[in-house]
């Protein structure tokens, strides 16, 4: 009975949840004001996911007892494997850079627009933020990071694509932040009064013969990202991480490159299975899609981000469709209480 009593103090004294994955999307939009909220739980001790139906209740409820909760161990028979080429991923670039905010319980970049399409429904990106450790386990292994790109639907519907992020070896090249800035940059106009010819701008090599603006663009994501190098887009946003070290702050990024992530994204396949939010208030019905390509980082970034971050990931939940961890966590809890009497 005291455990009980103690859940109910803690239900009676909490706050709304905010600072979510799901922050910037219907189910919490973002201030009108354009503060950044801090987020009232973690993931450790009494706010963390252990306790996180308890610290709004009845909202979170689904934290503790959902049957289809995130993240997973991704093993054969857990997901379909979808292949690339029925996912349609279109991301813009932003050459004017993008804000970059601290939420206390992760670091999120805001990146409207685009479009995800796949089983016949359509997304708009909202934000993409960052976990560390990976939450998604590959095969039983967690990766150094996992990226999370959240899309809502005109149907108030959420899709996730997950990236693992790995630890890029040492001496890898990030690189140039001209090249970054040439690719960021919206495909260039002909040259007024001179039929078919195309400005290019500095640092970008295009091969003879080649004149479209498709063609101009695959150039200039090949200069931006080294072939074996670190994830650019990854390097060029970590870069201005130590300008966003306290929860509730906000800056810019430089220019990015999101088109590069999706030439990976597509270079591989994806796990879908339908789950939830990985932080409260833990909604199900959320359309997921691990990436089997994965994104890098040279160490020297990944302490950078560990140092701001620390542990944001939620442990890894039960295979979905069986009971919630916390309630057989609990079972097993009230049985030893009773055995011991």
């Not at 519907?157 to 932040?177: H, L, M, N, Q, S």
Request: hydrophobic share 45%; charged share 15%.
């Amino acid at each position: 009975m005291g455990y009980i009593l103690q859940a109910l103090l803690l239900a009676a004294s909490a706050t709304q949840v905010l600072g979510s994955c799901s922050y910037g999307t219907f189910l919490q939009p973002r201030a009108e004001d354009g503060a950044v909220p801090i987020s009232t739980f973690g993931y450790l001790g009494a706010k963390g996911p252990l306790n996180w139906a308890a610290l709004e209740v009845p909202v979170n409820s689904a934290c503790a007892t959902g049957t289809r909760q995130s993240p997973i161990n991704m093993v054969a028979g857990v997901f379909n494997l979808v292949a690339a080429t029925d996912l349609v991923i279109e991301v813009p670039n932003f050459p004017e850079g993008t804000e970059f905010e601290n939420l206390g319980s992760t670091i999120e970049v805001i990146a409207k627009g685009g479009k995800l399409a796949f089983a016949g429904k359509e997304f708009e990106l909202e934000q993409f933020h960052f976990h560390l450790p990976s939450e998604h386990l590959d095969n039983g292994t967690s990766q150094a990071m996992e990226m999370h790109m959240v899309w809502q639907s005109a149907t108030k519907e959420i899709a996730v694509i997950g990236v693992y992020i790995e630890i890029a070896k040492e001496g890898a090249a990030a690189a140039a932040p001209a090249a970054v800035a040439a690719a960021a940059a919206p495909a260039p106009e002909a040259v007024a009064g001179t039929q078919g010819a195309e400005v290019v701008p500095p640092g970008v090599v295009v091969a003879v013969g080649e004149g479209p603006a498709r063609r101009r663009r695959f150039q200039q994501r090949r200069q931006a990202a080294p072939a074996g190098g670190p994830t650019t887009l990854l390097e060029t946003i970590f870069s201005v991480v130590d300008q966003i070290k306290v929860p509730g702050t906000k800056t810019k990024t430089p220019p990015l490159v999101l088109t590069e992530v999706v030439d990976i994204l597509k270079s591989g396949a994806f796990q879908g299975y339908s789950g939830s939010l990985t932080t409260p208030p833990c909604s199900e019905g959320v359309n997921w899609n691990v990436a089997t390509a994965k994104l890098s980082i040279l160490p020297a970034t990944f302490e950078r981000v560990r140092n701001i971050i620390g542990f944001n990931s939620r442990i890894p939940q039960n295979t979905p469709g069986l009971p919630n961890i916390v309630q057989v966590g609990g079972a097993a809890a009230m049985a030893a209480i009773v055995a011991t009497k």
